[in-house]
């Protein structure tokens, strides 16, 4: 499986972006790159995923590298609501078909006034 | 409005009980999934279904089994078997478990399972 790499912890002033790294050096040139985030005790929700290129929609931006080893998520005016856990993943094929998302512990964002 | 739903939300189990969770989804997907998350953790793959009449073992499999009799339902069993089932359990479906597939993974909102 492709592996991850994410801050533990980050803070952002309420307004400002909020530009949450992530490492995937080992990920495969077929992989997509996943963001979710979870506000505790409930489902992830999705945010934004990419294969190659910068993504955008109306929750937030995802800034892929060239090399594809490492990717960014900003989230533009971050607001208290954003406070989660972020959640950077590969998706990975699985042996007997199909694939899946492997999660690792996120960064958790917290956003402050 | 389309989604998946889970019940219950809270469970209760005495040790030694076998529990069923529901998953239901009308979102026509084909493939469906169900993840542990335990406290301050990441997401694991439990089972995971492709379409109806099939599923495979996900990485920590031992003490569950699924069914996928219908499309929309994706119920989890978890056995008595199952050491430590306490834990927070993540029904989720997509379009289609092609491999390299960009199609978006969407989850329900949980079923807390609490063994006492």
């Known amino acids: 499986d492709a592996k991850t790499t994410q801050p533990t912890s980050m803070d952002c002033a309420e307004g400002r972006a909020a530009n949450l790294p992530c490492n995937h050096s080992?990920?495969?040139?077929?992989?997509?790159v996943y963001w979710y985030r979870q506000i505790h005790s409930q489902g992830p929700q999705y945010i934004i995923h990419?294969?190659?290129n910068n993504e955008t929609n109306e929750m937030a931006s995802l800034i892929i590298t060239e090399d594809r080893k490492s990717s960014t998520l900003i989230l533009p005016h971050a607001t208290l609501r954003d406070t989660a856990v972020y959640y950077c993943?590969?998706?990975?094929?699985?042996?007997?078909?199909?694939?899946?998302?492997?999660f690792g512990t996120g960064t958790q964002l917290k956003v402050e006034l | 409005d389309g989604g998946i739903t889970q019940s219950p939300k809270y469970l209760f189990r005495k040790e030694g009980q076998n529990v069923t969770l529901s998953c239901e989804q009308n979102?026509?997907?084909?493939?469906m999934y169900w993840y542990r998350q335990d406290p301050g953790q990441g997401l694991r793959l439990i089972y995971y279904?492709?379409?109806?009449?099939?599923?495979q073992k996900g990485d920590i499999a031992e003490g569950y089994s699924v069914s996928r009799e219908k499309k929309e339902s994706f119920p989890l069993t978890v056995t008595s078997a199952q050491k430590n089932p306490t834990a927070f359990y993540l029904c989720?479906?997509?379009?289609?478990?092609?491999?390299?597939?960009?199609?978006?993974?969407?989850f329900g909102e949980g079923s807390w399972l609490t063994v006492v």
């Open positions: 993943i590969v998706r990975v094929a699985l042996t007997g078909g199909g694939n899946k998302l492997t």
């Open positions: 979102l026509n997907h084909d493939a």
């Open positions: 080992t990920i495969s040139g077929n992989e997509y």
């Open positions: 989720a479906s997509s379009i289609s478990a092609k491999p390299y597939s960009g199609n978006t993974i969407y």
């Open positions: 990419g294969l190659k």
């Open positions: 279904s492709q379409i109806v009449n099939d599923f």
